[in-house]
């Protein structure tokens, strides 16, 4: 399979993630979608870290996995923080910020 | 000869269970699908010559995130005291954000020739990597330390209890 193959999966696997980010009304799940997002993000490197036949596009996916796990663990931190504080989980009830 | 054989298997593993992701009503089903993507994802790296990173793929999303994910949702089921269903809103403008974004990108990759051949392996890649990352890109590294350790300092802060 060329290189073609490979980034248009993972253009499709990030528009997926993008619909999810954009139509969840859950906070869980909006992270859910942008864990997609920043999959594709990886499959994307390292095939043309591949394809170009150097091995720098993979260790910054190690870097991207990295990040992104930390991303994780402090996007449900402020999550659970949410729930404690305003008893909800929806993105839409959370507008203290509105005028 | 048994590439694209794996490579559609896998492809049509992942959009599936992406699409799951996104579109599930329950949202434990949801992260149990995005385990599911997440190991998929793992065996396209296996695909294109990444062992290591199909393994840190398998460690730290497929068992560090998603365990992650299933205790914060546990915790706050038991919070709100109610489940977690999941409704979605503006499906039609979703579908066309995204639509669009997705024709967009795959008319600029069809507009480029691009190579359909790998070059030949030089070496060992996790040892490659490892020599990078040790050499090349020990600053980034160390960077990635601190964030680290700022990233666990603040979810220990934003975790911690009230008192």
């Known amino acids: 399979m060329g290189l073609q193959a490979y980034l248009i999966l993972s253009a499709v696997v990030f528009c997926i993630g993008l619909f999810g980010v954009v139509t969840r009304r859950n906070t869980v799940g909006i992270l859910l979608g942008i864990e997609l997002m920043l999959n594709a993000v990886n499959i994307n490197l390292i095939a043309f870290s591949r394809f170009a036949g150097s091995t720098v596009g993979m260790v910054f996916s190690v870097f991207t996995i990295c990040i992104t796990v930390s991303e994780a663990a402090i996007g449900l931190a402020i999550v659970i923080l949410l729930f404690r504080v305003r008893k909800t989980v929806m993105a839409d009830h959370l507008d203290l910020l509105k005028g | ?163």
């Open chain 2, 1 to 163: 000869m048994g590439e694209p054989i794996a490579f559609w298997t896998l492809a049509i593993i992942l959009v599936g269970s992406a699409l799951s992701v996104v579109l599930s009503k329950n949202l434990f089903h949801a992260v149990l699908w995005l385990a599911f993507a997440l190991t998929g994802t793992a065996g396209i790296f296996l695909l294109l010559d990444a062992e290591f990173l199909a393994a840190v793929q398998l460690l730290l999303y497929a068992g560090g995130v998603i365990t992650i994910v299933v205790f914060a949702i546990v915790v706050t089921e038991r919070l709100v005291g109610e489940r977690l269903s999941q409704t979605s809103r503006h499906v039609a403008a979703g579908v066309v954000v995204s639509g669009a974004l997705l024709w967009f990108i795959v008319r600029a990759i069809g507009a480029r020739p691009l190579t359909t051949t790998r070059p030949a392996l030089t070496g060992d890649v996790t040892r490659l990597i490892g020599e990078s990352v040790l050499t090349k890109f020990v600053l980034p590294f160390e960077l990635l330390g601190v964030l680290m350790l700022a990233a666990m300092l603040g979810a220990t802060y934003f975790a911690r209890p009230e008192d």
